[in-house]
Nanobody, 127 residues
Framework: QVQLVESGGGLVQAGGSLRLSCTAS????????MGWFRQATGKEREFVTS???????????YYADHAKGRFTISRDNAKNTVYLQMNSLRPEDTAVYYC?????????????????WGQGTQVTVSS
């Protein structure tokens, strides 16, 4: 079974940047699609971005509208780690961010697609 550990959250001012990391153990990233979700207090968990790849090692990235142009997902298979680079952060980005792993085909936008979740890391953006 894959285990996921997120890191990199913290407090940042509006307009600033953070890079979140998600390191997997127990199974390599190459066998999973990886996603980032977030959940703000009192709100449902929502999709942020995901990355998957085909046998030719072509990456496919998907972004929620609120993340397009500001966030970038990437992976380092050698380190078994997925990253979420977040730029131009806004107070409304404040949430707990979760990393998730699931099958390489399916509905990447849905939390139900993912089988394993990390414990989450808090991101707080001050105005």
């Amino acid at each position: 079974q894959v285990q996921l550990v997120e890191s990199g959250g913290g407090l940042v001012q509006a307009g600033g940047s953070l890079r979140l990391s998600c390191t997997a153990s127990g199974r390599t990233l190459s066998s999973s699609a990886m996603g980032w979700f977030r959940q703000a207090t009192g709100k449902e968990r929502e999709f942020v971005t995901s990355i998957t790849w085909d046998p030719s090692r072509t990456d496919y990235r998907y972004y929620a509208d609120h993340a397009k142009g500001r966030f970038t997902i990437s992976r380092d298979n050698a380190k078994n780690t997925v990253y979420l680079q977040m730029n131009s952060l806004r107070p409304e980005d404040t949430a707990v961010y979760y990393c998730a792993a699931g099958p390489r085909s399916g509905n990447y936008y849905s939390a139900a697609h993912y089988e394993r979740w990390g414990q989450g890391t808090q991101v707080t953006v001050s105005s």
